[in-house]
T-cell receptor, first 114, second 112 residues
Framework: NAGVTQTPKFRVLKTGQSMTLLCAQDMNHEYMYWYRQDPGMGLRLIHYSVGEGTTAKGEVPDGYNVSRLKKQNFLLGLESAAPSQTSVYFC?????????????FGPGTRLLVL | LAKTTQPISMDSYEGQEVNITCSHNNIATNDYITWYQQFPSQGPRFIIQGYKTKVTNEVASLFIPADRKSSTLSLPRVSLSDTAVYYCLVVADQTGANNLFFGTGTRLTVIP
């Protein structure tokens, strides 16, 4: 099991460019999440999905879009990157159920927007 | 959602026991206390979860007093590899998205 993988590991963008971050999980999890983490800060939830074909907004959704066309993949899109979106992005997944189900995180994608 | 408060940072020497206390005064009846660990340049990973009294696993112990307004994560005999940020979270016992809310955590530095 690879667990949760993220592509790419690192990316540099210019302001206004677009890109898509890919998250893949091989654990057949229902729920998937995208977080961002700024230096010295905790994680903040951007968007999440409770199943294939569904998405919902988290705490900081502005400037991002997501899609969950396949159960194992969760895509995070930046249509027009801004320097404020420079951050480390983490994807996570978990099984459906209650509080006992823990989240499994990917290794992160470092994004620098110039 | 109950807010948590924990120290920003702690230092410890190798081999010592480390106790990180988290305050969650407004914890609800159905809430659980969960701790995650994050190493530099990695995503967080689950350490331990509990509801009351004491929970122990191969990594840590979690002590929760009867009033549940605080909890203490205990790491026995830390090593340099335990240097990480430790997050205390209160998680509602409910189905659904059950989103996690991470604060800034406690940055533990283990000194040789």
């Amino acid at each position: 099991n690879a667990g949760v993988t993220q592509t790419p590991k690192f990316r540099v963008l210019k302001t206004g460019q677009s890109m898509t971050l890919l998250c893949a999980q091989d654990m057949n999890h229902e729920y998937m999440y995208w977080y961002r983490q700024d230096p010295g800060m905790g994680l903040r939830l951007i968007h999440y999905s409770v199943g294939e074909g569904t998405t919902a907004k988290g705490e900081v959704p502005d400037g991002y879009n997501v899609s969950r066309l396949k159960k194992q993949n969760f895509l995070l899109g930046l249509e027009s990157a801004a320097p404020s979106q420079t951050s480390v992005y983490f994807c996570a997944s978990r099984r459906s159920g209650g509080v006992k189900e823990t989240q499994y995180f990917g290794p992160g994608t470092r994004l620098l927007v110039l | 959602l109950a807010k948590t408060t924990q120290p920003i940072s702690m230092d410890s020497y190798e081999g010592q026991e480390v106790n990180i206390t988290c305050s969650h005064n407004n914890i609800a009846t159905n809430d659980y206390i969960t701790w995650y660990q994050q190493f530099p340049s990695q995503g967080p990973r689950f350490i331990i979860q509990g509801y009351k009294t004491k929970v122990t696993n191969e990594v840590a112990s979690l002590f929760i007093p009867a009033d549940r307004k605080s909890s203490t994560l205990s790491l026995p005999r830390v090593s340099l590899s335990d240097t990480a940020v430790y997050y205390c979270l209160v998680v509602a016992d409910q189905t659904g998205a059950n989103n996690l809310f991470f604060g800034t955590g406690t940055r533990l530095t283990v000194i040789p």
